[in-house]
């Protein structure tokens, strides 16, 4: 374990936007055309939080499930993969548990709700932890630059 993690480094902060930026661009991708077929143009001009089931299901309820279920299945999410990260445990560095990867979903709301400092603090982190890694216990990880050979399977 100590040689692979000799081979991985914490990803930063801007990586990790980028990583949520590819990641809501592709659940907007789902939901937006889905969305305006079910209520139609008016839903965009709309001042309602929640329009009927179909917008929460598709607005709060996909969102979760879909995050939640990649990371159980691949410890990442396609936005992850596109930075070659992972979210693994941060004291065995093996795969999340589904508590966690729950906690972590969860966590992201603490995360948010005070200015987004708890993304903000991925910057400042030595291990690059947001606030929603330290609760859940996870770090995201991916393979040093000059260590390249080393793949996530």
Known sequence: MAEVQEKLEYVGFWARVGATIIDSILILIIIFPIL????????????????????????????????????????????????????????????????????????YFLSTIPLCLGFIWVAFDSRKQGWHDKIAGTVVVRPKKRDSEVKFE
């Open 36 to 107: 305006t077929a079910f209520y139609g143009t008016a839903y965009w001009e709309s001042e309602n939080i929640v329009e009927g089931p179909m917008d929460f299901l598709l607005t709060y309820i996909f969102p979760m499930v879909a995050i939640i279920a990649f990371w159980l299945m691949k410890q990442a999410t396609p936005g992850k993969f596109a930075i070659s990260a992972k979210i693994v445990d941060a004291k065995t560095g093996g795969e999340p548990s589904i508590g966690q990867c729950i906690i972590r979903y969860l966590a």
